[in-house]
């Protein structure tokens, strides 16, 4: 994206120079119920966004697994530390090895008329990085790819050594961004509430004089719904900050700027793509 | 850190260009009980390393405080997913006013004599990243200062506005590395066991839309004691992987190859700081 010729980058330089310039209000985005899964855990509800646009075959899959009741009652089998909580059915079960492998979905070709909310350039791991439609992602120009990257909360499928080998298996960072996953795995989701719920799965990964953990007391997922399948009284409705208007981009810039007198010496304008926290409210 | 004149680097060339060459057993580092706490939460134990080697007078204060019980029964009143859980007694109660206040060891100089094990160069935030005695570092050779990098499970004491007003109030980062406060917050130690009971913490704060969380509601500490204080047979004894040594060298110069067929396409060979797993074992 030239952001030189953009007016929002007009108004974001205001912004910037002028912080009284900052005052467009977030505007908000309804999450569709079609789109959104209730994620039900012992611990919690969780709210997980799909994201069609980016991967569809994963989201039309897992959608049709969802309504089929595939993850009720599938466990949290894989829980690392600073890693990822990974669930899905019994390794090679009959329910396991009906599914059907899906081709990855990791990346896509950006052309011309392809535009994102920058938020930097000189990342460690891509060109570029930003957001589409509230997904944090990176974008390198010369290579005319963009991709969802891998932060905190993210929901992407497990799979094998080969590239076309996930199913159903997915997997949920739940701390350090995984940054070095990225292009290499199809993120089709992310966590838009519970983080919380997903971040107190039980390990179940040990370390080395711990004893381990029996596979019954792994978490379950309770069971994982449509939300537009859920009973109109137990929906969980969520809108997000629109990520492609004025606001969003001022609120980038205030944040690069730490115009706060806490910051009493500033840090360097950088911004971690995986480090905006975006706006979410519960609408009921 | 001039790694071309290190023998480490040597070894490490030679793991880079040979697999096999990269063999040397993890070498193990005791924690000292007296350099331990324990920090036995509702959910379960934590145990924190101090870092009396970076952060002198926080550590010297917060062990005072520890060992006085002044941490038994506060609670984690500032929560935010993604962000910290901090704790610490009433603000503004006789115990919390009591306290000293410290000055900030938010970094320190080096020397020509000065080393540590480098991750790498050409971080966001700095110049150079690596590890020193078992801690996330960054280093700006140009300006000889190094310090501490809020990686998720860092501990650092709370300040006002001022650089010198931090005195019992702590936090812990629970998602995402918080690398913009890095140098203008004190650091002083890190989470080395239950991190899941830090990240299962309460959150406080809540999004639009939701109920206030009642603050009798807000995790409770149960009890926070030097481990040497803590009896015997419940003592939590820790073994940290030695970050000073020719093995470790080895599996940050592996981690970035990602010699593995997992990995069908190699992503960047780079090592974010704060997503690099130290080993750890429980000796009891």
């Known amino acids: 994206m030239k952001l030189a010729i953009q007016p929002l980058y007009v108004f974001s330089l205001a912004c ?20 959104t899964v209730l994620m ?9 966004e799909l994201a069609p646009q980016f991967s569809p075959s994963h989201v039309q899959q897992f ?29 090679g079960s009959a329910k396991d090895k009906a599914v059907p492998i899906l081709k990855i979905e990791g990346e896509w070709t950006t052309d011309k008329k392809w535009s994102f909310t920058k938020v930097q350039d000189n990342d460690l791991f891509a060109e570029q990085t930003g957001f589409k439609d509230g997904f944090a992602i990176a974008h390198n120009p010369s290579e005319k790819a963009a991709w969802l990257t891998h932060c905190p909360g993210t929901i992407a ?10 199913s159903s298996h997915f997997y949920i960072p739940n701390g350090q961004a995984l ?3 990225d292009r290499i795995m199809t993120i089709f989701g992310r966590v838009v509430f519970g983080m919380e719920h997903v971040q107190a799965i039980r390990r179940t990964s040990v370390i080395e004089g711990q004893p381990a953990v029996d596979s019954r007391d792994f978490t379950p ?14 929906q969980i409705l969520i809108e997000v900050e629109n990520t492609e208007t004025t606001a969003f981009t001022e609120r980038l810039v205030k944040r690069r ?18 480090q905006v926290p975006l706006k979410t409210r519960l609408v009921k």
Chains 1, 2 share one sequence.
Not at 16 to 35: H, K, M, Q, V
Not at 157 to 166: K, V, Y
Not at 221 to 234: A, C, F, H, R, T
């Open 257 to 274: 700027k730490r115009d706060n007198p806490f910051f009493y010496k500033k840090p360097l304008p950088v911004l971690d793509v995986c």
């Open 179 to 181: 940054r070095y996953l």
């Open 221 to 234: 997922i309770v069971s994982m719904q449509m939300m537009s399948d859920v009973p109109k009284e137990q």
């Open 16 to 35: 910037l120079l002028l912080t009284s310039a900052c005052n467009a209000e977030t505007e908000w985005r309804a999450l569709s119920p079609e789109n």
């Open 40 to 48: 039900t855990l012992p611990q919690g509800k969780v709210v997980i």
């Open 63 to 91: 959608s049709k697994l969802v309504k089929e009741g595939h993850y009720d009652g599938n466990k949290f089998y894989r829980v690392i530390d600073g890693f990822v909580a990974q669930g899905g059915p019994e390794d």
């Open 157 to 166: 499928m497990a799979r094998g050594n080969e590239a076309d080998s996930a």
